[in-house]
């Protein structure tokens, strides 16, 4: 978990213990960490999966949603279930897309120091 020390990146998140909202939500695209592709999702399907610090798969593969499938936007978005933050502790996560001709690709993909979405989960008071 994050004490103020430790270098955050735009991929890190915070909710607390219990959280349903907002939805985890991040821009698809290809990124050197200069030049961003944008990736046409029309006519494809997208999942999340999460682990948790000792690795264990906690969320596999679960459908997510895909909004403005198109070639100028390409925003991908899970809905927390009931459970899905029931538990504190620091987790990594990532969006797998199944492109229409059946090809994937995870998201995000960009600086090669730390490729995945950071979810800090803390306790509720």
């Known amino acids: 978990m994050p004490?103020?020390?430790e270098k955050r990146n735009k991929m890190d998140v915070s909710y607390k213990t219990g959280d349903t909202a907002p939805a985890l939500t991040i821009d698809a695209a290809w990124t050197d960490g200069y030049t961003a592709i944008i990736p046409d999702l029309t006519?494809?399907?997208?999942?999340?999966?999460?682990?948790?610090?000792?690795?264990?798969?906690?969320?596999?593969?679960?459908?997510?949603?895909?909004?403005?499938?198109?070639?100028?936007?390409?925003?991908?978005?899970?809905?927390?279930?009931?459970?899905?933050?029931?538990?504190?502790?620091?987790?990594?996560?990532?969006?797998?897309?199944?492109?229409?001709?059946g090809k994937i690709a995870s998201f995000p993909n960009g600086p090669k120091d730390d490729p995945y979405i950071n979810v800090y989960v803390t306790a509720r008071l």
């Open 43 to 101: 006519g494809a399907a997208a999942t999340l999966s999460m682990r948790n610090s000792s690795g264990t798969v906690v969320i596999n593969d679960v459908p997510a949603v895909i909004v403005a499938p198109t070639v100028t936007a390409a925003h991908l978005a899970y809905n927390w279930a009931t459970n899905d933050l029931a538990t504190a502790g620091a987790y990594k996560a990532e969006f797998h897309v199944t492109f229409a001709d």
């Open 3 to 5: 004490n103020g020390l």
